[in-house]
Structures are given as C-alpha cells and as structure tokens.
C-alpha cells in the first residue's frame, strides 16, 4: 500500500453557501489511479465536497472557499489558475445523464472543438476511442449521427463519462453517476469504473453502500459536513475505526 | 359512501363540461373569423390583385405595392429587433450579476411590452421622423415598429433561456468550456426553438400593426414601388384602415379591404407555419 502515489491533497477546507457552512475542516489524500468514493447521508456534503474538484462551486453565487487544494502539487484555488486548464485536466460525470442535444458524435467531440483543436482525423478517431473506453462505441457506431436523446438512461450516461474521456482529463469526478439508472445499466457503469482507473484517478459520490463495497479502494464517510472517517474501503466496511460509521454502513440510519 | 361518490362524478362532469364549451366558444369566434375574411376577401383575389399597383382611385387594380411595403418593414423590424433583442436577453440571463439595478432593467423592458402601438408611433414620429430627420419612410416605420416588438423578443428569448437546463451549462464547463463557448455552441442552440416562437408573434404584430406606422412610414397611395430606404410606403394593414375611411367609392373600397385583410391573414399564417415547421425540426431531429 505504500507504494500508492498521492494525487490530490485536501487541506483544512472550510466551504460556505452564504452564511451556512457546508463542510468543515477536511483534510485528506486522494490515490492516483484508486477509486474514492464518498459516502454520507443526504445533505451531508458529499457532493459540494466533490464539486471542489473541478471549481464547478464557483457558479453558484455567494459560496465561499478555504483552505488547499492542491492536485499534482499545485493549489488548484490559486487565483493565478485558470479554471478553464483546471476542467479540462479533470473531468466530470453528473448525477443525472446530462448529453447535449446534439448527435451522438458531436457531443463526443464538443470537449474537443472548444479546446481549439480542429484536425477532422484527429477528432474522428478520438471520438471512436472514448466511445470504446466507455463501452458504449458497439451499441452506437452505426448511428453516430443519431440525436444523443434517443439514447436509453444507460448509455446517455456512458456517452457523458465518453464526452469526459474525450478531453484526456487525468481526474474523473463521478456524482451518483448510477442514483438515475436501473440495475443492468448500474452495473455496466462500475465494470467501466473499475476499467477506467487503469488510467484515471476516481472520485465517486454514491449513496449506495454495497456500490461503494464493490468499486472503490478507498471510502470517506461523511457526516453533516464533516469527515468522520477515510480509509481503506475493505476496512471501512469490516471494521470501522467509529461507532457512527458502523451505524451508517449497517443501515441503522441515513 | 356512494352518494358523495355520484356527487363527485357530477362535479367532474360539468368541470369537464363547463371547459369544452369554453374551447368551443373559442373555436367557434376564430372559426367565424376566419370564414368571413376568406368569404369576402376571395371575391377580389386575382393575379392581378395580387401583382398589380391600385387603379382609378383605388377602385381597380391591385395592391401589389402594400403587400411589398408590409414585407420591407416587417423584414426591417425583424432585422433590427432580433439580434438586438437576443443580445439583450443573453446578457440579462447569462452575464449579468443579480443586482438591483438589472432587476429594474428586466421589469422596465417587461412593462415596455404594454405600452400601446399609438405611443410607439408618436414616438417614432418625434424621434426618427423629426429628429433624426428619416422622414416618413421604411426606416422610420422599421425602427419604431423594431422597437415595439424588442420587449416580446427579449421575454421570450429570456424564457427560452431559462429554460435551458443548468445541466447543460454545467457539462459544458465541466469540460473546460469558457462561458462564451457554452452560450454560443450549448444555451443558443437549445434555447432557439423559444427563440423562433417569439421570432413568430413578433413578425405577426409588425405585420399587422397600424398605429406605429400611421405617421412614421406609410402613405395610402404611391406611384410604383418604394425605391430606398428613405421612401414613402403603402402597407397592408394601414391600407385597409384608409380604403374604409377615406376617399370616395365606400362600396369598392371595402371589398378591396377584405381583400387585404385576407392576403394579410393569409401570409401571417404562411409565415408562423414556416418557423413553426423550423421549430419543430429543430426540436426532434437536430439535423442529418
């Protein structure tokens, strides 16, 4: 376990909606090429926590940051950054399947053609990739031009982790990416995860305990906004080192 | 148990009732509309009506130079209005911070939409006849009759941009989208078919509105087509105002102004049919 190299670094962060603190004092390491998933009740701030990552908590008036963090060594709230560098090196995957209604291609190569990158070949062939990074490109690539909103639930999901991919982003944000799914495509979307972290370092909200169990390396458990446990996950769900922890993962609340 | 039960289905009964006999009423008004227009108007549709300048003090002829006239303003207004109106709506909904000041800015343009088409044209007369010095002409009628329709416009493109979901926002930035990027490849694609319907309503209301144009653009009689900007014109409606209320054969005239009422109805309809048929295209397909 030691030989896991820190990607991300957590320190003391404190995060407000206007006078309402949302979290409180985190500090933690996040593993290159691990999947971390993030688990607490409702309202427990697991996905402002994770909204942090690319600064997508910028857009929302009168929210307030502070402390560190800092991915590969650099302070990603440094007002020197440029947000648009910051989310383009780490990408996102919402709670509700979000493809823009375009075709299935265009959606793909978006991140692309925004990023001034205008080779036809270059873009043609990039699509194809992530489309079968997301395992998606089989189901699709006799209707490429076919409007993304005619995709079932599953696969606009997997379109949207591809349109992600596109861009070659080193983290990947995942906010329940599977809460709006049934349980055939919930279960392509965490082959895929485990898949994925070959080449990206994950960090997944998600309010299912047994998907946690099942995906990741690593579990932080939250509560009211503040971190009350991070570990390894096999630990977390065999012996956790708190007795609020234990209550959660054993459904006697939340 | 079981009579309160009836009592309900009764309820329900004449609820259901009572509305398809308002849709009815309705139906029927737009119906009578309708038929009396084309009954009327028909009698003095021809190609030649159609193609031809007015003859012997309106009485014979066409009304080819109206129909010209209604078309350089309505295309006039609408080339002003739409891309000023968008921009306004763009900066209102996406760039501009919630302050105060652009709440007044959004309830001022709201209430400029109930100011009625008299007021318009009188200010138009003042500022672009007069002060500007157009005279009455095309300019002057296409920018005050742009003006009167810029409140719809900006409504609905404001409509239709809040109506595009936040989640289509957040993707495009998520993938390192700069906000100018998002509003012109993600928010103005989806919000268009809004747009187009206020596009629509607006083309309806310039084309038929006579009041704006009553002393800033239109004439009830010129020799030939307008030759610039800065012409006289003859336009539909204000020419249907001036067959019933002026010169001296009431008998002819009015049939001529069913006439061109029913050629106006007639392209209102052809022009809402095209954007609607664009609209709905552009709502399901989204190309290929």
Known sequence: MDINQIKIKVEGVNFYYGSKQALRDIALDIYKNKVTAIIGPSGCGKSTFIRLFNRMNDLIPGARFEGKILIDGNNIYDPKLDVVDLRR????????????????????????????????GYIADKVDKSLKDAALYSEVKNRLSDNALALSGG????????????????????????????PTATLKIEELIHELKKKYTII??????????????????????????????????????????????????? | MKKTLAKKE???????GFLSLCIMITVFFLGLLIYFIAVRGIKVISWEFLTQAPRRFMTQGGVAPAIVGTFYLTLGAISL??????????????????????????????????????????????????????????????????????????????????????SFREASFA???????????????????????????????????????????????????????????????????????????????TQIAYGCALILLVLVLLVSGIAIFIRQRKRSGYGH
């Open chain 1, 89 to 120: 090196s780490v990408g996102m995957v919402f709670q509700k399947p979000n493809p823009f209604p375009k075709s299935i291609y265009e959606n793909v190569a978006y991140g692309l053609s925004i990023n001034g990158i205008r080779d036809k």
């Open chain 2, 81 to 166: 209005a739409l891309p000023l109106g968008l921009a306004c709506a763009i900066y209102l909904c996406e760039y501009s911070p919630k302050s105060s000041i652009v709440n007044i800015i959004r309830i001022s343009i709201n209430n400029l939409a109930g100011i009625p088409s008299v007021v318009f044209g009188l200010f138009g007369f003042a500022v672009f006849v007069k002060f500007f010095g157009f005279g009455v002409s095309i300019l002057s009628g296409a920018l005050t009759l742009g003006i009167m329709v810029l409140p719809g416009i900006i409504s609905a493109s404001q409509e239709a941009f809040l109506a595009v979901p936040q």
């Open chain 2, 175 to 253: 993938l390192g989208a700069t906000q100018w990027q998002t509003i012109k490849n993600i928010v103005i694609p989806s919000a268009l078919p809004g747009i187009l319907t206020g596009v629509i309503l607006s083309i309806g209301r310039v084309a038929g509105e006579t009041a704006p144009i009553l002393f800033t653009a239109a004439t009830f009689y010129i020799r030939g087509y307008p030759d610039s900007i800065f012409s006289e014109v003859m336009a539909l409606p204000y020419h249907i105002y001036a067959l019933m209320t002026e010169g001296t054969h009431p008998q002819e005239q």
């Open chain 2, 10 to 16: 009764l309820v329900q009964r004449l609820g259901f």
């Open chain 1, 155 to 182: 696969q606009q999901q997997r379109l949207c982790i591809a349109r992600a991919l596109a861009v070659e982003p080193e983290v990947l944000l995942m906010d329940e990416p599977a809460s709006a799914l049934d």
């Open chain 1, 204 to 254: 997944i909200v998600t309010h299912n305990m047994q998907q946690a169990a099942r995906i990741s390396d690593y579990t932080a458990f939250f509560m009211m906004g503040e971190l009350i446990e991070y570990d390894i996950t096999s630990k977390i769900f065999t012996k956790p080192s708190k007795k609020i922890t234990e209550d959660y993962i054993t459904g006697r609340f939340g």
